[in-house]
């Protein structure tokens, strides 16, 4: 499945259970002449909970629960992202190159990687190989 059609699909979800929850404090903040990034701010802090929960999980051993406190994690970004009108997919995929082109991963500093994918309408559509290069190459 597409990362645009998942993050589409999340979305649908939010829109009917946690949107008009943000919705109608942001225009609380509205009525008070408060800025409406307020609520963005604070849907951003939420991302620290899911994490928070997410190491809880771990530390507890708990493989299942962890994944699903990941999940929501990550439901909660693509919602926000949504939200905001932003499409993650391009993002992701730019920024994964640009760490493995550059070597600028966690744990891998120094190491480029060559990738090779399929593009399609100027998309990515498949990664075929990531292939560590050594110096010379």
Same mark, same amino acid.
């Given at each position: ?64 629960? %962890?994944?699903? &406190? !990941?999940? @929501?994690?990550? =439901?909660? #970004? ?37 990738? %090779?994918?399929? &593009? !399609?309408? @100027?998309?990515? =559509?498949? #990664? ?10």
């Amino acid at each position: 499945m597409e990362f645009q059609v998942i993050q589409k699909l999340v979305f649908e979800s939010y829109k009917h259970t946690h949107k008009p929850i943000w919705d109608k404090a942001t225009e609380a903040l509205q009525s008070h002449n408060l800025p409406p990034e307020l609520i963005d701010l604070a849907e951003i802090g939420l991302f620290t909970t899911g994490v928070s929960e997410a190491m809880e999980e771990i530390r507890n051993a708990d493989k299942e629960k %962890t994944a699903k &406190e !990941l999940a @929501g994690l990550i =439901i909660r #970004i693509l919602n926000f992202a949504t939200r905001k009108g932003i499409s993650l997919e391009e993002y992701i995929l730019s920024k994964a190159e640009r760490n493995l082109s550059t070597g600028q991963q966690p744990y891998t500093i120094g190491n480029p990687y060559k990738i %090779t994918y399929q &593009e !399609l309408d @100027g998309k990515v =559509i498949n #990664i075929i190989s990531i292939v560590k290069v050594t110096e010379g190459e």
